[in-house]
């Protein structure tokens, strides 16, 4: 059969239409294409474990094969093509063939491709990329521990990464920016040599900080690989001194004892006073200065001087010794009993007195009693004497006097007075003024004449009571003794009497005997 003649060009431009066309009449059945086999892209870490699969969503009984980067082919359905014992088949089935490679290595890296013999054969191909792990980092640049205000420069390396890795620096929890990383290629091999610097200035803060390397990188968890630095910083004392306690006081022993926080440990301490020398019975004895018997001569600025060999600092204390009766008062009344307070100034100090309410108003009562039967005695009462519990407060008061004696005996608004300073309870450990202050009383106490009025009114109405009850007893038993039938002389005679009369002159035989018949009723 025999073509038109036509020219080169026109036959060349032909062709190249026709192809074009088979070309994107191919891609449009590819994508639609039910035999077309499907995969995907894995990364995985060296020493691994990595799954491919290969799927299609249709099956035509073809068989699907695996090939590794040099076309070598690896599974062939259930065949294994390639003797190589990290391959192994994970699934086999018309429309899925998945394998597995384990204890990858680099070299396992590359394009792995999928086929399915149809007419034509189809292909798809998945990129498995090895991610070299980096070892774990190295810090190196300080051995030996630096002086304060000194600077230090650090080294962190990690080898062996790919992609290259990033490295990190912290202070605690603290991250510092060091310089940029320096990354060098591994000769014949694909991984990579990282490197970083960080340089500090030090102070005595940063002594036994940790300073930490970290490693960034995809085949690792976050802080997965670390390296820790101590740093060690040298720097003079810093002195403190402790006093044995805070009230040194005349006559006792005392101590003050010198601190010198510093590294190294302090080496030497010495101690002086200032302005003076050291009192002959103060001895310092290395950290310490010991005071067998404090006097009010020793007063004075003590001054602790320490060295480690770094530096030297100097730190001071003040004493100031007290008398031996001066003691700290601290008064705390309980919340479940209520307590009156008294103050009195007097020329050294002030005390401050607190009387418990209840053995106020014992005392009261027993002052009201006395008013009113001044011949009786009251024993004290028993709850008081036989218990063995002190009261909360001991206190004593110098004087409590008025300013004006009372014009009646007794004040009502006031606190009773007495021949006698002071009352004491030797069994319970409670002493009492008795003495009146002025314008000062118990708010628990009878305060005002009404109330003493209506107290002495109630006491008189008591005690005539009292009288009439005993005189209806004592009447009472005497009617009882005297009840009864009485035989008297004019029962003599009787029988034969007309009348009463004539019965008594008839028992005694007329008048000479009427003197002794008479009765008297007392």
């Not at 940063?206 to 085949?219: E, F, G, L």
């Not at 110098?398 to 005996?409: E, F, G, Q, V």
Request: proline letters at 8%.
């Amino acid at each position: 059969m025999a073509f038109p003649s036509a020219p080169a060009p026109l036959w060349i431009a032909g062709l190249m239409t026709l192809a074009f066309a088979a070309a994107v009449h191919s891609n449009v059945v590819f994508d639609d294409d039910p035999l077309q086999p499907v995969t995907s892209d894995e990364m995985v870490s060296v020493g691994g474990t990595v799954k491919l699969t290969c799927r299609v969503a249709e099956s035509d009984n073809s068989s699907l094969q695996w090939s590794n980067t040099a076309q070598q082919t690896l599974y062939f359905g259930e065949k294994r093509a390639l003797r190589d014992n990290r391959i192994q088949l994970h699934r086999s089935t018309p429309t899925e063939l998945s394998i597995t490679i384990s204890e990858v290595q680099l070299s396992d890296e590359g394009e792995y491709t999928c086929s399915i013999f149809t007419m034509p054969v189809r292909t798809a191909r998945a990129t498995v990329t090895v991610l070299g792990v980096p070892g774990k980092p190295h810090i190196s640049g300080v051995e030996n521990p630096v002086q304060e205000g000194g600077t230090v420069t650090l080294t962190c390396t990690s080898t062996g990464s790919k992609p290259p890795a990033r490295l990190h620096w912290f202070r605690g929890d603290e991250e510092l920016e060091g310089r940029p990383d320096v990354v060098e290629s591994v000769p014949d091999e694909p991984t990579y040599n990282v490197s970083n610097e960080l340089t500090l200035e030090v102070s005595r803060s940063d002594d036994n900080q940790v300073i930490t390397c970290a490693v960034d990188h995809p085949s690792l968890a976050p802080g997965d690989k670390r390296s820790e630095h101590v740093l060690r910083v040298l720097y003079s004392p810093n002195v403190q001194i402790l006093p044995e306690s805070d009230l040194p006081r005349e006559g006792e022993k005392f101590h003050l004892q010198c601190l010198g926080n510093s590294n190294p440990e302090p080496s030497s301490y010495s101690w002086e006073k200032k302005d003076g020398e050291l009192p002959p019975l103060a001895k310092a004895n290395g950290a310490f200065l010991r005071f067998e018997m404090l006097n009010k001569s020793d007063n004075g600025v003590y001054l602790c001087f320490v060295d480690n060999g770094i530096g030297s600092s100097v730190g001071e204390y003040t004493l100031l010794v007290q008398d031996p009766d001066t003691t700290l008062v601290s008064a705390t009344s309980s919340p479940t009993s209520p307590s009156s307070s008294l103050a009195t100034d007097s020329a050294s100090s002030s005390t401050i007195v607190e009387l418990s309410s209840a053995t106020f108003q014992s005392e009261s009562t027993t002052m009201l009693s006395n008013d009113l039967f001044p011949d009786l005695t009251f024993a004290p009462d028993s709850s008081h004497t036989s218990s063995p519990t002190p009261p909360p407060f001991t206190a004593s008061v110098d004087a409590w006097k008025p300013s004006s004696p009372c014009p009646s005996s007794p004040c009502p608004s006031s606190l009773p007075t007495s021949s006698t300073s002071s009352v004491s309870d030797s069994q319970n450990g409670l002493f009492t003024s008795t003495e009146a202050a002025e314008n000062i009383a118990d708010p628990t106490a009878m305060s005002t004449s009404s109330g003493v009025d209506h107290a002495v009114i109630g006491g008189v109405v008591a005690v005539i009571v009292f009288i009439l009850l005993c005189l209806l007893i004592v009447l009472g038993r005497y009617l009882i003794r005297h009840k009864g039938t009485y035989l008297t002389h004019e029962a003599k005679g009787s029988d034969d009497a007309p009348d009463a009369d004539t019965a008594i002159i008839n028992a005694e035989g007329g008048h000479s005997g009427a003197e002794d018949k008479k009765e008297y009723f007392i």
